[in-house]
């Protein structure tokens, strides 16, 4: 029989299974609305319902008011716009026999509603929500695990919180991957003493490990318990500082999961939750590999300066021959800018720091005794930081990024070499007919920027890999169990 699809095609010259990191569903609205109701009573829905009438926050206000209050734009339209593939998003008997057209063997189903993990709902309606979307999403995908699962939202703006769900969604719903948001907008404390609408207040990003107010070890240790990976979608998008343009939805929208993605890495790794839970993977999705590689290069690089090591080799203050460099001021400051005292007054009033006036030499040692910007992370040398972007952490890569490239790139990278994870985004704007996504991704192998071998490792093994490593049952009971389990066997020997 022929293959139905160019994607079907492609996946049947291949000699492995497709697994799909990232694909998505449009929840059924009433349907929510019912387990809502059913959750959390009839008050808490028609509170939820009333608080869904800000989406149309911008519709409803005027030119100059939007401008005056940097309301952001929304999306013009959402999900797919022909009639077979908005079936698909919303029925999950659909999706699950429509997956094999694709091209996909399994796919890993993350929320479209509940996206956000509604953030910005008072507390006990959020948690409502969460709770009602994960049994919706549990018992709607149960009869076809074979092929699909769906992600649990697993909420961390308290690491209590999520604690609670993650053990709920598991050991109740029996679903085993975690939706976590990567970065939490917290209100600035000291903005209480003149604003007492936290919701007025200047916010700031929390990385839930670097600066936190909270201590999230113990979520990030049930994690590791459980078996559930750190997966992230977080984004910016209407961040009031940087992405809020009241005309323009790609101004905002472009690279905001890239900015969330780096601000949560940087804060896992500078933090020390890397070091501390050395079993526990990190995928973030939806934002390709370019940022990451950047991320990883900058901050080899900056550990060279910043470094303990850098620090004393090259800019410790006690460096400084401060007898020859009044030398050389004596025999090259001679222009009127320099006389009348000047010279003395820079050595004498210490000034040799001008972003610190007055400060001696051993000032500036007391000041940096304790300074290790890496001491958290327990990093010593730069390999350190290459290694966890090669081992520990994944990123989802969708089928139209050529940068994907990147992610095999180690002589551009400084030896690094990436986990980029097959991510379709199905049933979101973006991907305009489903049966397309995999003959897409495979346009890196017909191009020649990468090989067979690479792209088996983009769509099977590091997603396999990302979970399998956390829950060697992950793949039980699915279409590519015996796959899958062959290829954690090759990797542990690898």
């Not at 608080?51 to 309301?71: C, G, K, L, M, N």
């Not at 900058?298 to 080799?313: H, Q, S, T």
């Not at 400084?320 to 025999?331: H, P, W």
């Amino acid at each position: 029989m022929k293959p139905s699809s160019p994607s079907a095609a492609v996946r049947g010259r291949l000699d492995h299974p497709v697994v799909d990191a990232d694909a998505h569903w449009l929840e059924s609205v009433p349907i929510f609305h019912d387990y809502l109701k059913q959750t959390a009573g009839q008050t808490l829905l028609d509170e939820y319902i009333q608080s869904q009438s800000r989406a149309d926050r911008w519709f409803q206000t005027p030119h100059a008011e939007r401008i005056r209050q940097r309301v952001t734009r929304p999306n013009y339209w959402f999900g797919p716009g022909n009639t077979l593939d908005r079936a698909t998003s919303m029925i999950p008997r659909l999706l699950h026999e429509r997956l094999p057209d694709f091209g996909i063997d399994y796919a890993i189903v993350y929320p479209t509603l509940g996206l956000g993990g509604f953030q910005g709902l008072p507390t006990d309606l959020r948690r409502a929500c969460v709770r009602a979307y994960n049994a919706m999403a549990a018992e709607m995908f149960e009869p076809f695990k074979d092929r699909l699962t769906p992600a649990a939202i697993v909420p961390t703006v308290t690491p209590d919180e999520g604690i609670e769900e993650a053990d709920f969604a598991v050991n109740t719903l029996h679903l085993k991957v975690a939706l976590l948001h990567g970065v939490i907008q917290r209100p600035m404390p000291a903005d209480a003493e003149w604003q007492p609408d936290p919701a007025r207040r200047r916010h700031y990003f929390d990385s839930l490990a670097l600066d936190s107010p909270f201590d999230y070890d113990p979520l990030w240790s049930r994690l590791t318990e459980l078996g559930l990976a750190y997966t992230t979608h977080s984004g910016t998008l209407g961040d009031t500082t940087t992405r809020s343009s009241p005309t323009s939805v790609v101004y905002s929208r472009v690279g905001h999961f890239a900015q969330a993605h780096q601000m949560a890495l940087k804060g896992l790794l500078m933090g020390g939750v890397t070091h501390r839970f050395p079993t526990l993977n990190f995928a973030f999705l939806e934002a390709g590999v370019a940022w990451a590689v950047n991320l990883c290069i900058d901050l080899m690089l900056i550990f060279g300066k910043f470094g303990r090591a850098g620090l004393e080799r090259d800019l410790h203050p006690r460096n400084l021959d401060q007898k020859a460099l009044r030398d050389l001021f004596k025999t090259y400051a001679t222009d009127n800018h320099f006389r009348n005292g000047r010279v003395d007054r820079i050595f004498d009033e210490n000034n040799l720091w001008p972003n610190q006036p007055g400060m001696t030499a051993q000032d500036l040692v007391d000041r940096a005794a304790d300074w290790d910007e890496f001491a958290f992370a327990h990093i010593t040398r730069p390999e350190q930081i290459r290694e966890l972007f090669s081992s520990r952490f994944y990123f989802g890569c969708e089928s139209d990024d050529p940068t994907t490239r990147w992610a095999f790139d180690e002589q551009s990278s400084m030896g690094a070499k990436f986990q980029p994870i097959f991510s379709s985004d199905i049933s979101h704007f973006d991907v305009t007919d489903m049966t397309e996504v995999l003959e897409e991704a495979w346009e890196l192998v017909e191009h020649e920027l990468i090989d067979e071998a690479r792209f088996r490792e983009l769509t099977f093994t590091n997603t396999v890999n990302l979970h399998g490593r956390m829950n060697a049952d992950f793949f039980k009971g699915t279409t590519v169990e015996t796959a899958a389990e062959r290829e954690l066997a090759r990797m542990s020997t690898a």
